[in-house]
């Protein structure tokens, strides 16, 4: 009797496009015995040495098995990384999902597992060069999915369970702009829900605001299948630091797009990214991180200290006293916190639409966090009229 086939231990760590390549790695290097896989992340000071100490406790945990380390921190640490003793050998990200790179065959693409909602990426690399920046050292130039490669990846997901589909890249909202035609994000949106009627949420991940095509700006606002939730990948609420962090949106560029899109759609929950304590900023600046908070009502916030990543021009600027850049990240964190009780406590007594996941808890189509009842069936979506808010969590 054949042996069970077995998937790889795959630790996965920093953005949601890597969640998504972690969960092909994994079915692609099934059935590979006594091997654990490190997708790591180099996006700040503090994610590599997050991504060091996965490396050790692996190996703690794992300690006849082969090692191998890949994501944006294998290409950008590389020789750290290779220095590490607990680590048996590096797959070049751009190499990561080519199965050539881990000396398996080439095979037909597989099967995703079963997840609750499915993160599907459909571009990578960056063409940019924000000043704080080294993802496109690790992921180089963009590039994208056709339409039919998305589309097969997707009914894929489907095919498999999942009820919701994530688009996820590294600059998402640059997808279509190396295709022909220079295709909008927009058009592939419109072409899933084309394509799978059946579908009935999907979700953006980090999106560039400036970048946001009308057609794409017509579905936020308006079609029911995309959830109201968008997650602006904003970094700061004054210009000029974001003049110095080489962004190409300006404070009111942002405001304009919020606030047409809640004339439109007044339940859209609003995320950001935002850096506290970047080069050169000052309490003036600061003041406008955090006004920006309130004036978009972000209540899903993804708040970083700033910190000098080698080689990128804002670690060649004067820094901020780290003690400050650390006062300032609590301050925005204790903001969005503020903004976020106020926002779940309006959902309370309001029917919503929950989809399930695995720990008894589910996500509305605002992304707040739900409990379910007991035995309520994951990837199931059930309405939930909650009565109380209790630690971020409605019951």
């Known amino acids: 009797m054949n042996a069970p086939v077995k998937a790889p231990e795959v630790v996965s760590l920093g953005c949601r496009l890597n969640i998504s390549e972690s969960e092909r790695i994994r079915a692609m290097l099934a059935g ?6 490190v997708n790591s992340c180099a996006v700040t000071s503090e994610a590599v ?26 290409d950008i640490e ?3 990384l290779a220095a590490m003793p ?11 999902l080519d199965p050539r790179a881990w000396n398996v065959p080439a095979s037909a693409p597989p ?65 279509g702009h190396d295709l022909p035609g220079s295709p909008k994000l927009g058009a592939l949106v419109r072409a899933v829900l084309d394509a799978f009627p059946a579908l009935t949420r999907i979700r953006m991940s980090s999106i560039d605001g400036i970048e946001v095509d009308e057609e794409l700006f017509e579905l936020f606002a308006a079609e029911p299948r995309v959830m109201p939730h968008i997650h602006l990948s904003l970094q700061h609420g004054h210009d000029l630091i974001l003049k110095r962090m080489k962004r190409r949106h300006l404070r009111a560029d942002a405001v304009d797009l919020v606030a047409r899109l809640k004339n439109r759609r007044p339940d859209l929950a609003v995320g950001a990214d935002l850096i506290a304590g970047f080069p050169t900023e000052t309490e003036e600046h600061h003041a406008a991180n955090l006004s920006i908070v309130r004036e978009l009502a972000i209540v899903h916030g993804h708040i970083f200290p700033y910190s000098p990543r080698p080689g990128t021009p804002a670690a060649r600027m004067p820094q901020v006293e780290r003690a400050t850049t650390k006062r300032r990240a609590a301050e925005l964190r204790a903001e969005v916190a503020k903004l976020r009780a106020e926002w779940l406590a309006t959902l309370v007594d309001k029917p919503l639409q929950v989809l399930a996941e695995a720990d008894g ?25 909650p009565t109380t808010l209790e630690d971020n969590l409605l019951s």
Do not use: M
């Open 32 to 37: 590979e015995d006594n091997l654990v896989v």
């Open 49 to 74: 040495r997050q991504t060091r100490q996965a490396i050790r406790k692996a190996r703690k945990a794992n300690p006849d098995a082969r090692l191998l380390v890949t994501g944006c921190a294998a």
């Open 78 to 80: 590389r020789e750290q």
């Open 86 to 96: 607990e680590v048996d050998g590096l797959i070049a990200n751009t190499a990561k």
């Open 111 to 175: 099967v995703p597992a079963l997840h609750t909602r499915a993160f599907v990426a459909v571009q990578n690399g960056c063409d940019h060069a924000c000043t704080f920046c080294v993802i496109p050292q690790g992921r180089g130039t963009s590039s994208s999915l056709t339409i039919a490669e998305v589309l097969r990846e997707v009914e894929a997901h489907l095919d498999a369970g999942a009820a919701e589909v994530v688009l996820t890249g590294v600059d998402v909202t640059s997808w």
């Open 361 to 385: 808890t589910g996500y509305s189509p605002q992304f707040a966090r739900v409990k379910l009842p007991a035995g309520t069936p994951r990837g199931s979506i059930v309405t939930v009229t």
